[in-house]
């Protein structure tokens, strides 16, 4: 056991807008440092890699001074926000593209994952392609040949494996890259999300197999993922990025809970327009941790806020909860006409308190109705807006005896108003 791979100083700068320096003037002045053997004058500026902000500068920093080692056998996770700059470092420790500044050191072979059907040509089958990834990874036909059957029956392609890739499924691709890159016996395994494009079935297979490469056989895993369930079953250590940088190396558990404190606990959804109606202004959803993630079983809170520009005598809101596949799953209601409330012209907050949310990990959103209950004159309608999260801590989930099934409704919630002017 010892460091097989280390990045010193890794830093990646990319030119905003057009490719190149983009200018004439701009070659010659580069031409001219050259030439006087001083460095490149446009890798001394750059703007910070937050891809919400306005850029301010011609170029950005990706990465900024990267700096870790990872150990022989060990499976390190990284993530952080869209744009953080994962993908572009394991594209560098790839070898795929080069860093600005900076090394990498390596043992052994790399194989990547780095999006649906790398290195896949998509004229040649199923088998062809593993004999080509065979033969990039440095593997004899004859390591491929003994390994061959294996690695069409993980994939579970069997019927298509004489078929040219480019008939496949992303997901068949992402089944078949897989089971080459796990099954020909590189040192290092670089994944980068893909194992999202495949079924619940083959990420089992897949976890199963990372943890058999990791923990039996000793080889080292790069994982990055935004599924933290995978991320803490199968990691022991986490990096974090956040706009090019480390912003944390350590434990996985606590990783995730840093990650988490960097999201912000903002609606999902503000109205701004011009108010002629009874309309939803705001929805809000209140969970247990920053970044609209929910710890599984705890009490949740939304929050409607409504504007009502005319007296309303039998207002009727109510709402959904809908999967990622934006089905609904329980619809709650509050309505004004059981117990004959008038609503009077101002600005109103419907809070509703659900104390056993019996909702599994996964994302979800709200389908919100606005109307009047008697007339069933629509006033508002918002679809799948309010994201959340339901997220369950490792330390929880050890604990926890999992049934089969899906246990999606809502017993019990608490409605209350607050008028606010």
Not at 131 to 138: M, Q, T
Not at 295 to 322: H, M, R, T, Y
Not at 396 to 405: F, L, P, T
């Amino acid at each position: 056991m010892g460091i097989i791979l280390k990045a010193e100083n890794i830093s990646k700068q990319y030119r905003l807008g057009t490719v190149g320096t983009g200018t004439l003037s701009h070659d010659l002045n580069r031409w001219w440092h050259a030439v006087r053997g001083k460095d490149d004058p446009y890798l001394q500026v750059g703007g910070v890699n937050d891809r919400s902000e306005k850029a301010t500068e011609d170029y950005v920093w990706a990465l900024r001074d990267i700096n870790f080692e990872v150990q022989e056998g060990e499976v390190l996770g990284i993530i952080g926000k869209n744009g953080a700059g994962k993908s572009t470092l394991l594209k560098i420790l790839s070898r795929v593209t080069s860093p600005t500044t900076g090394e990498i050191k390596t043992r052994g072979r790399i194989a990547s994952l780095l999006e649906v059907g790398t290195g896949f040509h998509p004229e040649l089958t199923g088998k062809e392609n593993i004999f080509l990834n065979g033969a990039i990874l440095g593997m004899t036909r004859t390591e491929i040949r003994s390994k061959i059957d294996e690695i069409i029956s993980f994939s579970g392609c069997e019927m298509y494996i004489d078929t040219p890739v480019k008939r496949y499924s992303s997901g068949m691709r992402v089944r078949l890259a897989f089971a080459v890159a796990a099954h020909l016996e590189p040192d290092i395994l670089v994944i980068d999300e893909v194992l999202a494009v495949g079924d619940a079935e083959f990420q089992k297979k897949a976890i199963g197999k990372m943890q058999d490469i990791s923990k039996g056989e000793g080889r080292t895993v790069l994982l990055v993922s935004h599924n933290m369930d995978i991320i803490s079953i199968l990691t022991t250590r986490l990096i974090v990025l956040t706009n090019g940088k480390i912003h944390f190396d350590g434990d996985t558990d606590l990783g995730i809970k840093e990650y988490l404190k960097t999201g912000v606990n903002k609606s999902n959804y503000l109205y701004k327009g011009i108010i002629d109606k009874p309309k939803i202004t705001e929805v809000t959803v209140k969970t247990s941790l920053p970044g609209n993630i929910h710890e599984f079983g705890k009490e949740i809170n939304f929050i409607f806020n409504l504007q009502l520009p005319i007296k309303v005598d039998n207002l009727a809101l109510s709402f959904q909860i809908l999967d990622e596949t934006r089905t609904p799953i329980t619809h709650l209601w509050l309505i004004d006409s059981i117990n004959d409330i008038k609503r009077e012209v101002g600005n109103y907050k419907f809070i509703c308190n659900i104390k056993e949310p019996k909702l599994y990990m996964g994302n979800y959103s709200l389908a919100v109705h606005l109307s009047e209950s008697k007339s069933k004159e629509k006033f508002d309608y918002l679809e799948s807006v309010c994201n959340f999260k339901i997220q369950m801590m490792k330390s929880i989930r050890e604990d926890y005896q999992w049934q089969k099934g899906t246990c999606k409704y809502i017993e019990e919630s608490n409605w209350s108003v607050i008028k606010e002017i």
